[in-house]
């Protein structure tokens, strides 16, 4: 099952999709479409589940990264056959035919085009990533390449909503120290705080002025909906050796 932004999807030559856990060949608590090559999954299984984007993309390449939590974006300018292409959290490209992904497991998948669709980029938008500015990085790059901020189409996939993102004081200080106005995103219900990630992510992205109009956000929870999604919490609270990640990915076509 593949989940697509309605926005993104009216961009020319492009394939997107915020893809579910289902549809691959992984078992036990990795079923089934894991492409976490960071579990302890079976390497052939996780094999097997790259060959299934790469063919729902008709992608030649897929490229992800080894995700760190920071906000390094590679800028892609030569195509690699390398699964992984290096450390960072974003990758931005103008190749063609080449999907560039994102995994997941309660953090929030965030896939930009540019209208004309000549530049793609796909970052991890965990709060750590999204506090070190990943999504201002992002922006830069389009417009490096002269795309204006207004010209961006960004869509936010699925990830943990606020009620089930329970966090600390210490966190809920460190996020409004760096903006006063972040208070708005959290939410005390009985004694404990709760955070929006989502809220969180659009406000990064409205700052760095892409319109609203331009911007899409998921209302699927990666936490509460076991059948779509994998979730690394949720997974902690059920003392679950390990967890499974969800894949994202964009493609620009040839014309």
Known sequence: MK???K????INNIYHGFFSRNGGVSKGIYSSLNLGFGSKDRRVDLQKNVTIIKKKS????????????GNKIINLQKKSNKL???NADGIFTSLSNN??????ADCAPIIFSSKCSN?????HGGWKGLYKNIIKKAVNLFKKNNIKSDNIICAVGPCISQKSYEVQLSFKKK???NNPKFKKLFKLKNKKIYFDLKKYALEKLLYEIIKKQNIEISNLDTYSNSRLFYSYRRSVHKQEDDYGRNISIIVKRNR
């Open 7 to 10: 926005k993104i999807k009216k």
């Open 58 to 69: 008709k992608a030649n390449i897929l490229n992800l990264v080894n995700q760190e939590h």
């Open 3 to 5: 989940i697509e932004s």
């Open 99 to 104: 999907a560039i992904g994102i995994l997941t």
């Open 84 to 86: 992984k292409i290096g």
């Open 175 to 177: 996020i409004i120290k």
């Open 119 to 123: 530049f793609i980029c796909i970052v």
